[in-house]
Nanobody, 123 residues
Framework: VQLQASGGGSVQAGGSLRLSCAAS????????MAWFRQAPGKEREFVAV????????DHADSVKGRFRISRDNAKNTVYLQMSSLKPEDTAVYSC?????????????????WGQGTEVTVSS
């Protein structure tokens, strides 16, 4: 199993980035996919989750209206489009996969994790 996140980088506040996470080694379309982030010195936090078909999504209140999760099952890839970035969005962003149908925000429910990609937002 592999989840390879990419697309991170350094941007100024107000900018945009698109993260990608390419999955392999498991049946992607049977898994709910999510993004989590962890800022330096802080706990890991939920960012967004998308259901298996890509129709239903849930976003953390802190990113709602600025970030959007999506997936392409033909490419085994999940995306996170991030806009209007703020310095407090600075973190390592990781994708995760959970077998099943429920949109869960709890990291412990996810069995597969990627290594993450770093996002730095400067003011």
């Amino acid at each position: 199993v592999q989840l390879q996140a990419s697309g991170g980088g350094s941007v100024q506040a107000g900018g945009s980035l698109r993260l990608s996470c390419a999955a392999s080694g498991f049946t992607f379309s049977n898994h709910v996919m999510a993004w989590f982030r962890q800022a330096p010195g802080k706990e890991r936090e939920f960012v967004a989750v998308v259901n298996r078909s890509g129709v239903r999504m849930d976003h953390a209140d802190s990113v709602k209206g600025r970030f959007r999760i999506s997936r392409d099952n033909a490419k085994n890839t999940v995306y996170l489009q991030m806009s209007s970035l703020k310095p407090e969005d600075t973190a390592v962003y990781s994708c995760a996969a959970a077998y099943g149908v429920h949109l869960v925000r709890v990291g412990d429910r996810y069995g597969y994790w990627g290594q993450g990609t770093e996002v730095t937002v400067s003011s």
